[in-house]
């Protein structure tokens, strides 16, 4: 049985789905909440599914939350806004199968039937809290493209990464290359 019940869980999915959401979160001041329904489902959240406005509000005051994760320069400030967001924002650690329905695993929130924004919040902080220990640095980055604004998550072990996308690095490596040749033929 190859499916996928035992990745779906995984740290490292639900990291994905975290910076997924944040940058759909954060984004614009009003998110639409097909939009978001539709990255959850994307990511293993299992169908049919109907977020309120007051779900993608909820939701929305976790993400501007954890994109400081994100932003923090360095893994011991990383390390400080998790601490912060465990203390303030999630409860003590617990296992779930949701009634058997998935594999155990930890819950920092409440309850399973807890509100979206308090569950994004916790299962975010799990997963970028495992990262942040195993990696021993910043689970993510802000794009170093100006005017980007979405964050990543950083991934395997290579060079330090500063961009988002392959679309902003390379937009980025084309810009330099013209003020480079712009600079060469001034006086
Ligand atoms: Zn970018």
New binding site residues.
């Given amino acids: 049985m190859n499916d996928d019940r035992s990745t779906r869980h995984s740290v490292r999915a639900t990291a994905r789905r975290t910076a997924a959401l944040v940058n759909a979160l954060t984004a614009e001041p009003d998110p639409d909440p097909g939009a978001i329904a539709g990255i959850l489902l994307d990511h293993g959240e299992l169908g049919p599914l109907e977020l309120t406005a007051g779900d993608v509000a909820g939701l929305r005051t976790a993400a501007l939350r954890l994109r400081e994760v994100f932003t923090a320069d360095g893994v011991d400030e990383a390390a400080g806004v998790l601490n912060r967001l465990l203390r303030e924002g999630t409860g003590p650690l617990r296992l779930s199968s949701h009634d058997g329905r998935s594999p155990w695993h930890p819950h920092l929130d409440s309850d399973d039937e807890a509100p979206w924004g308090e569950w994004f919040l916790a299962s975010s902080c799990m997963a970028l809290t495992v990262l942040l220990w195993e990696g021993q640095r910043p689970p993510g980055g802000l ?3 100006p005017g ?3 964050v ?1 998550l950083t991934v395997g072990s290579g060079p330090e990464r500063r ?3 392959r ?3 390379t937009r980025e490596r084309v810009a330099a290359h013209r003020r480079a040749r712009a600079g060469s033929r001034s006086p």
Wanted: glycine share 8%.
């Fill in positions: 794009c170093s493209s980007c604004g979405d990543f961009y988002c996308s679309r902003c690095a």
